[in-house]
């Protein structure tokens, strides 16, 4: 089949999804992801060790990091590897419904061809029988998503909506609309990028969660401003299975930048640097922990006690905040830099003031917060010997280490 045809096939088969979800959307609420509590991990053991592939030596939380790490700078051979470990001990729907919000968080506008193949094999299981297996059809998806470009503006742009101070104003006067008025307003085609996105999420905040009536009501609405059919389809799919708001910020950024994208380049997207090294520690990579693991937490902690540069950086910090802020530092001096990068016209634009916002929410400055940012980028080489060394020490103590069943 021609990527072309295939393309369209994934159309036709996400729209049918689109329609059966149209109608069965209190069933849809109810049952979420009830058909992974029935396959257990036990659907794609059956490949889990496919072309000699061995899983992660480390723990679940570490190889979910390992797995969006590894996607966002291209290496195929990592995110296989965690996929697998993944699958030792949870269920193939949850690895399914990871991939996906991996997709909107990481891909985004960069391929909406691949962000339409997780959507697309994430919500119908009849579309992976296709593939050789369970397994080869996760193996499929990953490697298409390590290869795709990358854009992390929906990511940036949920930050930007709920912290950037610039934006309170706007927020306050929302505050005293109507849901109906909000609607209206959402349609006028005068709202900044910004606005837009800052009145999605308060759509979705006032009425309590990401799925139900909200979502078809911004369906709707971005349906009458001209965004595509096939991204709304992957909304509305994204909605039901991630219920992850950060996924709606797809629909402003594509109306906004859907003439203005410009070709694909090797430049990272995240922040104007020189990208990190991919360094691995018994194929794990050491990005892999960041503030979103135990480990990583520790090494964090760890590093700023530590390094006398980035102890005089968070002696001017609110020392509330100061975990946090090494956190988010760490995340964009090294764990959210993705390749290759889509370019287009605002990018640099949305991830400024998307960084600035992140660290807006804990009240550090935009000052403040790339002085951090550039200080732990210069000394992640000291960052990494704390991680490769609990790395060590944890495979040392435990037997996490998994190896092909024998035959």
Request: hydrophobic share 45%; with cysteine; charged share 20%.
């Amino acid at each position: 089949m021609s990527n072309g045809s295939q393309k369209v096939a994934l159309e036709r088969r996400l729209r049918k999804q689109q329609a059966l979800l149209e109608k069965q959307q209190e069933a849809a609420r109810l049952a979420g992801s009830a058909s992974a509590s029935q396959e257990g991990a036990g659907a794609a053991r059956a490949g889990l060790f496919l072309g000699g592939i061995q899983p992660l030596p480390c723990d679940r939380w570490v190889a979910m990091s390992a797995l969006q790490k590894a996607i966002r700078r291209g290496q195929v051979g990592t995110a296989k590897q965690a996929v697998r470990t993944l699958l030792v001990t949870g269920k193939v729907e949850a690895v399914w419904k990871r991939l996906m919000i991996i997709g909107f968080e990481d891909i985004g506008l960069g391929s909406i061809d691949a962000l339409l193949m997780v959507c697309a094999l994430a919500s119908e299981k009849i579309i992976r029988a296709e593939y050789e297996s369970e397994m080869g059809a996760l193996d499929a998806v990953g490697t298409a998503l390590c290869k795709a470009p990358k854009d992390r503006s929906a990511d940036l742009l949920y930050s930007i909506a709920r912290f950037d101070p610039a934006l309170s104003g706007f927020r306050a006067m929302l505050d005293g609309k109507s849901d109906a008025e909000r609607l209206h307003l959402l349609a006028q085609r005068s709202l900044s990028l910004y606005e837009r996105a800052a009145l999605v999420l308060h759509i979705v905040n006032a009425r309590g969660k990401v799925t139900g009536d909200s979502v078809d009501d911004l369906l709707r609405c971005f349906a009458g401003l001209g965004v595509s059919d096939t991204l709304l389809a992957m909304i509305k799919v994204s909605a039901y299975k991630a219920q992850e708001p950060m996924c709606l910020m797809m629909m402003p950024l594509w109306l906004d930048q859907r003439i203005r994208i410009d070709r694909p380049t090797s430049k990272p997207s995240t922040f104007p640097a020189s990208k990190p090294a991919w360094q691995l520690e018994d194929g794990v990579p050491l990005a892999a922990l960041d503030g979103f693991t135990r480990l990583g937490r520790k090494a964090i902690t760890v590093f700023t006690a530590n390094n006398e540069a980035v102890r005089c950086c968070v002696e001017a910090l609110p020392k509330q905040h100061v975990a946090a802020a090494m956190r988010l530092a760490v995340f964009y001096a090294d764990s959210s830099v993705t390749y290759p990068a889509l370019n287009w016209q605002h990018q640099r634009e949305v991830q400024t003031r998307g960084i600035a916002a992140d660290f807006a929410g804990i009240n550090i400055t935009s000052a403040q917060a790339m002085t951090l940012v550039d200080t732990v980028r210069a000394n992640l080489h000291q960052l990494n010997t704390i991680r490769r060394d609990l790395l060590v020490k944890v495979g040392a103590n435990t037997q996490i280490r998994l190896h092909t069943p024998e035959t």
